[in-house]
């Protein structure tokens, strides 16, 4: 990929025409920046949130303004029934669901002896439970022939940082999970594959104060790209991974970093 971060309508096509994707955690950041791809790409977008419907119902209405299809759900993922929800709204609007983008995600940072049972918990249920109940979900269908789950881990599991200690713990056990799963639902013709995104600018982490930081500027400098990453670099290649173009990839979690590691 290259250094700038341009516009995510770069590059579009219409190879997604047809599909349809959730997208979860998509009124923001990451999310919202795989969702519009999708859109741009031509697949129908279903725009899950948690809490915020201005920043969801921006991002449908960014996707239909470039004549793409969108609606947006409420939903917490590490609710069964609201996921059911989810997927019964998706369907009643679009029909089958065949591409599922698990990016809902919680991180609370603090040295071990500060993590409290409610932080634990937000965090393995968002990052972990939520994907296995949306997964459990996508392949229930019972007239899905095929499709693609892509999950959304962090560099973390990899740099091991301090202060993140449940966080990692929580996208490693999705990477499991993400191999696991691509072996179970390889036979019925379902690819699942997890992307591991370096330090970012979004929304996210704006709000931890993380970004112009001086944690971010050192972060920025040892990364061989020089800079941290923007959502619209790892949008595209979600897009790539959920087309056709990718048809032989599953069970891979790939680094997407520009190099921090």
Known sequence: MSGDSSNSNNGSSNRLSGRTAIVTGAGKGIGAGIAR???????????????????ADEVVTGIRAEGGRAIAVRADVADPEQVAE?????????????????????????PIESVGVADFRR???TNFLGPV?????????????????VNVSTAGTIGLPPHAS????SKSAL???????AKELGPRGIRVLGIAPGASDTDGTRALG?????????TAA?????RIGVPDDYAPVVAFLVSDEARWITGDVLLVSGGQR
């Open 37 to 55: 791809r999708l859109g741009v790409e031509g697949a129908n977008v279903v725009v899950d949130y948690a809490a915020d419907r201005g920043a």
């Open 86 to 110: 989810l997927f019964s709204a998706a369907r009643a609007e679009f029909g089958i669901v065949d591409v599922l983008v698990n990016n809902a995600g919680a991180v609370v940072f603090g």
């Open 123 to 125: 965090q393995v249920d």
């Open 133 to 149: 109940l949306t997964t459990q979900a996508f392949a229930a269908q019972p007239d899905l022939a095929g499709g693609v789950i």
């Open 166 to 169: 449940v966080y990692v713990a």
């Open 175 to 181: 990477e499991a999970f993400t191999v696991v799963s």
């Open 210 to 218: 993380f970004v112009g930081s001086e944690q971010a500027v050192a």
């Open 222 to 226: 040892q990364n061989p790209l020089g």
